[in-house]
């Protein structure tokens, strides 16, 4: 891996673990969530420490070009995260039914006694 | 034995006194309970003129939803028999003592536009949506209906029990509706009922719309009718 990307890397893995820390501490992201946005963020900085562990395992799957097997997981795992939020949306979608039904019955409910 | 009408109404506010009415000089005993999808019109206070229970959502949730919660209503009240009836009064009151008293013998009537020469007119595309509908649904149940997208149908206490929780709540729920029913072991029946035109309103089907009801509709019969669901 070039010098250029390493540092670009570098960056990134620094910006993205002050971001999601700095986000936990306002409160604006859930903790569950911050794990897996954690995670991301330590993975990239371990890669730009130490960019051989990229070059190896590119090197043991016959990747030859590493930054593929970069790019690789990233839309993997951006992959895997959308179809987290899908599945997230769908029970929220399903909650929020169901509260609009309940309160449906109690503002009925309400209006009988009146 | 107490028996309730379930009318969900969106924007509906023109015809649905007349239904109301319709409905109150043949059953005096009956509930009726309008379900408000979130109309944007003066719905929900026509309907509280009237002796009836009147659900007011706070936003539209299709007819699906607005049917859910006329079945939960249904199940709190321990209703015994319960039919659904359209607000814009293309169905004819006269027909629900039929509908109700194949009740007897089954634990959900469908009251089908197609199985006589009763006219009632559709367009080319419903028709064949409608066709394949029909032969899906014979696959799926083992049974024929000539019309699975029928809008009145009557309920016993157990079928109410099961949709209450388990109504599909999105578009075509008619049909995954029968699909659940037929799953969870019920008996249901079809008996021929007429029709009538709209008085008011507007029908609520877009073609472009319909391809994508249909994938969805197929995708949840592919998946064997949703297992187990958690909540």
Not at chain 2, 57 to 76: E, K, S, V
Not at chain 2, 114 to 124: A, I, K
């Amino acid at each position: 891996m070039s010098t250029s990307t390493h540092i670009l890397i570098a960056v990134l893995a620094l910006g993205s673990l002050f971001l999601i820390v700095r986000l936990v501490r306002l409160k604006a992201l859930k903790a569950k969530y911050s794990i897996l946005w954690l995670t991301v963020g330590t993975s990239l900085a371990v890669i730009s420490a130490v960019p051989q562990i990229l070059d190896w395992s590119a090197e043991q799957l016959g990747i030859w070009y590493q930054p593929t097997l970069f790019l690789l997981l990233a839309i993997g795992f951006l992959l895997l995260l959308a179809m987290h939020f899908s599945y997230e949306l769908s029970r929220i979608e399903n909650r929020v039914r169901i509260l609009v039904e309940e309160i449906s019955l109690l503002k009925e409910k309400i209006e009988k006694e009146d | 034995m107490e028996t309730a009408a379930i009318i969900p109404a969106f924007n509906e506010a023109e015809s649905l006194p007349s239904v109301i009415r319709e409905i109150k000089e043949l059953f005096p005993d009956h509930l009726i309970v309008v379900v408000d999808d979130g109309s944007t019109d003066e719905t929900a206070d026509v309907a509280k003129k009237f002796d009836c229970v009147c659900l007011s959502m706070p936003f539209n949730l299709g007819i699906g939803g607005a049917l859910r919660l006329g079945f939960r209503y249904c199940l709190d009240r321990e209703i015994d028999y319960a039919y659904q009836f359209d607000a814009d009064g293309q169905h004819d009151p006269t027909q629900i003592s039929s509908l109700l008293s194949e009740l007897e013998n089954s634990d959900m009537v469908i009251g089908s536009r197609f199985s006589t020469d009763y006219s009632y007119e559709v367009g080319q595309s419903r028709k064949a949506a409608m066709n394949f509908l029909r032969f899906l649904v014979r696959i799926y149940t083992g049974q024929k209906f000539t019309d699975t997208s029928s809008g009145f149908r009557a309920f016993r206490k157990p079928v109410i029990r099961l949709f209450a929780k388990e109504y599909p709540v999105e578009y075509m729920d008619s049909v995954e509706a029968l699909l659940i029913a037929s799953k969870n072991g019920f008996k249901i029946s079809e008996i021929p009922v007429q029709m009538r035109e709209r008085s008011a309103g507007q029908p609520s089907n877009r073609n472009f719309r319909l391809v994508y009801y249909f994938l969805r509709l197929l995708i949840v019969l592919l998946a064997g009718t949703r297992g187990k669901k958690k909540e």
